[in-house]
């Protein structure tokens, strides 16, 4: 037998059945509210996430671990470098260790060092 369960608009708590307080308000929404503590609070516009013996409040201060999820560990990429169509990746190699740009730039900056 499945027993359900409302839970109260301020609180959080699990209001079962028999118990707590029904309020509808003037646009027809329905609040559960688990006592007249939290009937109260609600009607004096108090926010829930101040007081912290609420759900709310631990939610919003992350106090509740179960609610955390872990992380998952990611693989760190692996750079992989591929030949191209008509180079082979010994060519492609040489181009980048020979790069007449890079040593034009290294002398010009040397130059301007001394």
Request: proline share 1%; glycine share 2%.
């Given at each position: 037998?499945v027993?359900?369960?409302?839970?109260?608009?301020?609180?959080?708590?699990?209001?079962?059945?028999?118990?707590g307080?029904?309020?509808?308000?003037?646009?027809?929404?329905?609040?559960?509210?688990?006592?007249?503590?939290?009937?109260?609070?609600?009607n004096?516009?108090?926010?829930?996430?101040?007081?912290?013996?609420?759900?709310?409040?631990?939610?919003?201060?992350?106090?509740?671990?179960?609610?955390?999820?872990?992380?998952?560990?990611?693989?760190?990429k692996?750079?992989?470098?591929?030949?191209?169509?008509?180079?082979?990746?010994?060519?492609?190699?040489?181009?980048?260790?020979?790069?007449?740009?890079?040593?034009?730039?290294?002398?010009?900056?040397?130059?301007?060092?001394?």
């Open positions: 037998m027993i359900t369960t409302n839970a109260c608009y301020f609180s959080e708590y699990r209001i079962y059945p028999g118990r307080i029904k309020f509808i308000s003037r646009d027809c929404k329905v609040h559960f509210f688990i006592n007249r503590k939290c009937t109260s609070l609600f004096r516009k108090i926010k829930a996430v101040k007081l912290n013996w609420t759900q709310a409040w631990r939610r919003y201060f992350q106090k509740s671990k179960a609610e955390q999820a872990v992380k998952k560990r990611l693989k760190k692996q750079k992989i470098q591929k030949a191209i169509e008509g180079l082979s990746l010994e060519v492609i190699e040489k181009m980048k260790t020979t790069d007449e740009k890079a040593k034009i730039r290294d002398a010009a900056s040397k130059e301007i060092k001394e």
